[in-house]
């Protein structure tokens, strides 16, 4: 089963900041955090990862709580084509080597 | 191109059938996967190569479905005497050897109907 839980489905205007939560309450202190995405029709594309601080890339930011128990993955300026379904996943990769999708936040953005 | 390429992209077959699915990887990734996924549902997992080694299979492949990597490049899915509940969309994806945290690559896909 998923470790994880997002909302079912969030909106955010365009050009506004997308801030999709994630909360993984029993996250041991070998899994990472790793946000992929799902746009329609298409294969799920991977985002970001943490651990335990926060991290940047050109995609996003993902903000991880001091207690490792939630994060946040943010969108800074978001625009129509960051329309998808977000999947939030706890891992550890020096472990596990499949990836066990929940069923992710659908994000739409709003014109 | 260099990502993950998956044949056919659409399969319409009637039920009974067999089918096949291929998947490329990622030229210098030695591990492949292959997930499902059907209508709302996030993908899940069916089974992982590394090399040509099939190494975890889930119990959601059944005795009808096969996963080969021959060469330890390209991968096949068979599906035999296909069943209206095997239409779905069948994922592939692939990763570099362990090290650092990894991510896996996902192809397009291979969208599967049973008629």
């Known amino acids: 089963d998923a470790k994880t839980t997002q909302p079912t489905s969030m909106d955010c205007a365009e050009g506004r900041a997308a801030n999709l939560p994630c909360n993984h309450s029993?996250?041991?202190?070998?899994?990472?955090v790793y946000w992929y995405r799902q746009i329609h029709s298409q294969g799920p594309q991977y985002i970001i990862h943490?651990?335990?601080n926060n991290e940047t890339n050109e995609m996003a930011s993902l903000i991880i709580t001091e207690d490792r128990k939630s994060s946040t993955l943010i969108l800074p300026h978001a625009t129509l084509r960051d329309t998808a379904v977000y999947y939030c996943?706890?891992?550890?990769?020096?472990?596990?080597?499949?990836?066990?999708f929940g069923k992710g936040t659908r994000l739409h953005i709003l014109p | 191109d260099t990502g993950v390429s998956q044949n056919p992209r659409h399969k319409i077959t009637k039920r009974g059938q067999n089918v096949t699915f291929r998947c490329d990887p990622i030229?210098?990734?030695?591990?492949l996967y292959w997930y499902r996924q059907t209508l709302g549902q996030g993908p899940e997992f069916l089974t992982y190569?590394?090399?040509?080694?099939?190494?975890?299979k889930s119990r959601l492949l059944s005795d009808r479905f096969s996963a080969e990597r021959p060469k330890g490049s390209f991968s096949t899915l068979e599906i035999q005497r296909t069943e209206q509940g095997d239409s779905a969309m069948y994922l592939c994806?692939?990763?570099?050897?362990?090290?650092?945290?990894?991510?896996?690559?996902f192809g397009p896909g291979t969208r599967l109907t049973v008629t």
């Open positions: 030229s210098e990734h030695n591990r």
């Open positions: 994806a692939s990763s570099p050897p362990r090290g650092t945290p990894y991510e896996q690559y």
């Open positions: 943490g651990l335990k």
């Open positions: 996943i706890v891992r550890d990769s020096n472990r596990d080597d499949k990836i066990i």
């Open positions: 190569f590394q090399n040509e080694a099939q190494l975890e």
């Open positions: 029993t996250i041991s202190g070998n899994e990472y």
